[in-house]
């Protein structure tokens, strides 16, 4: 289904932005030119990205980095 008719932007367009990290309808504007000229576009556009946001599989919570449990190690020996 077209969203923005304007720039020729599909549901599917805007899913795959989502999973290519886009989080809000400036994003979208950004990468797919959604809502960028009539603007008629924009509510719907924000409801397709409230729905790929729900349905969009989150990323894993970044590891912590390597060194963090010497520095902890270095404090508690240090005292
Ligand atoms: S329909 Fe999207 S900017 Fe006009």
């Given at each position: 289904m077209y969203v923005c008719?304007?720039?020729a932007v599909?549901?599917?367009q805007?899913?795959?932005?989502v999973r290519a990290g886009a989080t809000s309808l400036r994003?979208?504007?950004h990468q797919l030119?959604?809502?960028?000229?009539?603007?008629r576009c924009a509510r719907c556009a924000q409801d397709c990205l409230r729905v790929a946001l729900c349905e969009s599989p989150?990323?894993?919570?970044a590891a912590p980095p390597a060194h963090a449990g010497s520095?902890?190690?270095f404090a508690l020996e240090a005292s």
């Amino acid at each position: 289904m077209y969203v923005c008719v304007c720039n020729a932007v599909t549901e599917r367009q805007i899913d795959q932005a989502v999973r290519a990290g886009a989080t809000s309808l400036r994003h979208l504007r950004h990468q797919l030119g959604v809502s960028a000229d009539c603007g008629r576009c924009a509510r719907c556009a924000q409801d397709c990205l409230r729905v790929a946001l729900c349905e969009s599989p989150r990323p894993a919570p970044a590891a912590p980095p390597a060194h963090a449990g010497s520095s902890l190690s270095f404090a508690l020996e240090a005292s």
